[in-house]
Each structure stands twice: as structure tokens, then as C-alpha cells.
């Protein structure tokens, strides 16, 4: 059983459509990270949570620590959104603070 | 953000030589840096947790001989792949974690790496 599970692990969306991953965990955790990796494998931290909410332009990042879940919105998206986006928790001191990663949501976007 | 930077970004050796991948942070010092690797389609593994000054910490399954990690500055953290074989390549990924001021919310945050391409034929 994987300590991360992400859903949808694949998504194509029109340009300008509102787009909702999903990311659950079972483990207790310090940290939640959101990253992007691009088709040439550079990866980008967008968010860092551990409550509440987030924004950074289009991109809102939710977590709700007691059901262990989090999600990342993109509005009005766009083709340039399309990556692969992965949901990695930071556990606590008592785990060493060790990363678990989830396996990644493919993104496409169409004009 | 913070910058991370990796050299080289791609590498082709052959069976036998031993490779070294080296992570920057430029703007930012790191105590901690972690270095990861990614087989096709598939996510992040975490590797070791590489410490400034101190031995790194493999995670399980991870051999401390093939893969040696230094630490020897704030700054630079480097991946030696010894003796590399065809299946040890892969896509290795550095991640650094900025020192900070101890009480800001964001001391776990981690820059990434642009990655490195190894290919050992």
C-alpha cells in the first residue's frame, strides 16, 4: 500500500477549464509539498502546506490535516499547465522526517 | 525561489566507470540535501539524505558503496555512481533545503534540482 495515492493519474482538459488533483496520505505528516516536473524532468516546488490554504496565481493548494487530504486547483487552465504533478508528504521527527511520494497526475492541456 | 543548480545535466558513460553528479545551491546554504532518482514513468525515490559535515543517510535498499554521497560544504553536494551498470540508469534529481531563519514556516522547503540524465551503455 502506497503511503500516497494521488488521483486522477491521468487528466487532458480543455485550455480555460477549472482542474482539481487530488492527493490522500496515511501517514502523519510535518509537511505536504506539491511539485511539478516537466516534460524534460525539471521539477518545481509550488506549494509547501501544513494547514489551510494556498494561492500563487492560478494554482490553489488546500490541505484538511485531520481527513489526510489535499488538493491542487488550476483555474483557467492553460496548455503551458501541462506537467506532471506530484503530491509528496514530509513525515515527523518521529519518521525521521522521511518523503513519501505519490505516484504523480499527468496533465494535458489542449488548446 | 532558491536556485539548484546540477552538473551535468546528462551523462553517458560505459559499464564500469564511475560517474559524478554534482547539486549547487547558489543563492541559499544547505545543510540538508537529498538526492533522489526516477526510473521512466514512474516518481521520486528518495535516495539518502545528504548532511553537511556528516555521513549521509541511505534509505533502505539504497547501497552506501555504489552510491557515495559528500557533503563537504554548505553549498555542494555531490553523487558518485560507482562501477555504474546499464540498470542504474536513471534520472538523478538533488534537492536542497534552505537554511532558513529557524522559525519561519517555510524550513521545509526544498529546491529542486534541474536533474541529471545518466545513461551508462
Known amino acids: 500500500k502506497n503511503e500516497v495515492e494521488q488521483s486522477p493519474q491521468n487528466l487532458t482538459a480543455q485550455e480555460g477549464e477549472f482542474i482539481t488533483i487530488n492527493c490522500s496520505y496515511s501517514?502523519?505528516?510535518?509537511?505536504l509539498h506539491w511539485l511539478q516536473q516537466h516534460p524534460g524532468g525539471g521539477i518545481v516546488s509550488l506549494f509547501m502546506?501544513?494547514?489551510g490554504k494556498k494561492k500563487h496565481g492560478r494554482l490553489i493548494a488546500t490541505i484538511n490535516i485531520q481527513e489526510k487530504h489535499s488538493s491542487l486547483h488550476i483555474t483557467a487552465s492553460h496548455p503551458r499547465d501541462s506537467a506532471v504533478y506530484i503530491c509528496?508528504?514530509?513525515?515527523?521527527?518521529?519518521?525521521?522526517?522521511?518523503?513519501?511520494f505519490g505516484t504523480g497526475t499527468s496533465l494535458t492541456v489542449i488548446p | 525561489g532558491a536556485v539548484v543548480s546540477q552538473h551535468p545535466s546528462w551523462v553517458i558513460c560505459k559499464s564500469g566507470t564511475s560517474v559524478k553528479i554534482e547539486c549547487r545551491s547558489l543563492?541559499?546554504?544547505?545543510?540538508?540535501m537529498f538526492w533522489y532518482r526516477q526510473f521512466p514513468k514512474q516518481s521520486l525515490m528518495l535516495m539518502a539524505t545528504?548532511?553537511?559535515?556528516?555521513?549521509?543517510?541511505?534509505e533502505q535498499g539504497v547501497e552506501k558503496d555504489k552510491f557515495l554521497i559528500n557533503h563537504a560544504s554548505l553549498t555542494l553536494s555531490t553523487l558518485t555512481v560507482t562501477s555504474a551498470h546499464p540498470e542504474d540508469s536513471s534520472f538523478y534529481i538533488c534537492?536542497?533545503?534552505?537554511?532558513?531563519?529557524?522559525?519561519?514556516?517555510?524550513?521545509?522547503?526544498?529546491?529542486f534540482g534541474p536533474g541529471t540524465r545518466l545513461t551508462v551503455l
Open positions: 501517514v502523519g505528516i510535518s509537511a
Open positions: 543563492d541559499f546554504q544547505a545543510t540538508t
Open positions: 502546506l501544513s494547514s
Open positions: 534537492s536542497a533545503r534552505d537554511i532558513g531563519w529557524v522559525f519561519r514556516e517555510s524550513d521545509n522547503e526544498q529546491f
Open positions: 509528496a508528504v514530509q513525515g515527523t521527527p518521529n519518521t525521521g522526517n522521511q518523503f513519501y
Open positions: 545528504s548532511n553537511e559535515g556528516s555521513k549521509a543517510t541511505y
